[in-house]
Nanobody, 122 residues
Framework: QVQLVESGGGLVQAGGSLRLSCAASGLTFSTYNMGWFRQAPGKERAFVAAVTWRTGGQYYADSVKGRFTISRDNAKNTVYLQMNSLKPEDTAVYYC???????????????WGQGTQVTVSS
């Protein structure tokens, strides 16, 4: 079955960096758009970034543009999210997800990981 396993979360001070990884198995990784979403307490799960399978195009939420970078390694079936200049408002559970077609539309992603906690202290 399809598995997406996130890692790399943790506690970091404001201004610091973290790199999240998501290892995929059970799907043809190179034919899926891969996205990162996040959910803070009391809030809906929101789009953070995505990278497409066809062109490698990258898409970002306005709130993370210029600070976060998404990348993928098809040879390792892994997608990454490099997070720099972290802010307390970036605190959330971060989820990776796979979609054959969409980029930003949360409800149309096909597969989801279990999430990894990112906490940014002020």
């Amino acid at each position: 079955q399809v598995q997406l396993v996130e890692s790399g979360g943790g506690l970091v001070q404001a201004g610091g960096s973290l790199r999240l990884s998501c290892a995929a198995s059970g799907l043809t990784f190179s034919t899926y758009n891969m996205g990162w979403f996040r959910q803070a307490p009391g809030k809906e799960r929101a789009f953070v970034a995505a990278v497409t399978w066809r062109t490698g195009g990258q898409y970002y939420a306005d709130s993370v543009k210029g600070r976060f970078t998404i990348s993928r390694d098809n040879a390792k079936n892994t997608v990454y999210l490099q997070m720099n200049s972290l802010k307390p408002e970036d605190t959330a559970v971060y989820y990776c997800a796979a979609s054959r077609n969409v980029v930003r539309t949360r409800n149309e992603y096909d597969y989801w990981g279990q999430g990894t906690q990112v906490t940014v202290s002020s």
